[in-house]
């Protein structure tokens, strides 16, 4: 079984209309993150969640909202979607190591089309 | 402004031959690297990664070596396999933030490895 996993996997939708992507983990981890992969740009930042009570806003944040219902759920929601959101986007989980660097680990995605 | 770039959108290597991937950073606080490895609708998989206190990690056929003056790295693949086609992404964090940890990585646009049979 995947250790995070993203509903839906793919999801079509109209201009205006308010979606939510959903992200669970199995991991353990405390941390969690939501990146848009765009063509030739890599991937970007736009929430990220240290624990249930604290988010933040990444790189990319205008036209997204997060949830951090639990430790292991962590939603992203784009309230009137417009079509230059439509993107992959990824979930990922990491956990703190004191002193170095951390490994995130990432969900398989969701293609969004906005038409 | 790109604080992480892969100067090189694609790369062909032949099977068996050594696959050479550049990256470029600007941040001076960034002090632990990561590189990632993507296939076609799935998601990043973490492959290797090296601190800054570190110029080179070892990981099998996959080795980092990073110079820190240049503000360089580079990831070897030892030799090609037909399944190393793939995207590859570096990414960097400052590991020294508050809390211990990194507020996201910043990641390159990516550099297409193809191995060719």
């Known amino acids: 079984d995947a250790d995070v996993t993203q509903t839906p996997r793919n999801r079509i939708t109209k201009t205006g209309k308010r979606i939510m992507l959903e992200c669970s983990q199995t991991k353990g981890h405390d941390r969690m993150y939501w990146y848009r992969q765009d063509p030739g740009l890599g991937l970007r930042l736009i929430y990220y969640s240290f624990d249930v009570k604290d988010i933040n806003k990444g790189e990319i944040s205008d036209g997204y909202s997060v949830s951090r219902q639990a430790q292991a759920k962590f939603s992203l929601s784009l309230e009137s979607a417009i079509p230059n959101q439509t993107a992959l986007y990824f979930c990922?989980?990491?956990?703190?190591?004191?002193?170095?660097?951390?490994?995130?680990?990432f969900g398989p995605g969701t293609r969004l089309l906005v038409l | 402004d790109q604080q992480v770039k892969q100067n090189s959108p694609s790369l062909s290597v032949q099977e068996g031959r050594i696959s050479i991937l550049n990256c470029d950073y600007t941040?001076?606080?960034?002090?632990?690297f990561l590189w990632y490895k993507k296939y076609p609708a799935e998601g990043p998989t973490f492959l290797i990664s090296?601190?800054?206190?570190?110029d080179k990690n070892e990981d099998g056929r996959f080795t980092v070596f990073l110079n820190k003056s240049a503000k360089h790295l580079s990831l070897h693949i030892v030799p090609s396999q037909p399944g190393d086609s793939a995207v590859y992404f570096c990414?960097?964090?400052?590991?020294?933030?508050?809390?211990?940890?990194?507020?996201?990585?910043?990641f390159g646009k990516g550099t297409h490895l193809i191995i060719q049979p």
């Open positions: 990922a989980t990491s956990e703190p190591l004191s002193g170095r660097g951390e490994t995130q680990y």
């Open positions: 941040n001076s606080m960034f002090d632990y």
């Open positions: 090296i601190s800054s206190i570190k």
């Open positions: 990414a960097a964090s400052d590991a020294s933030d508050s809390g211990g940890g990194a507020d996201g990585l910043t």
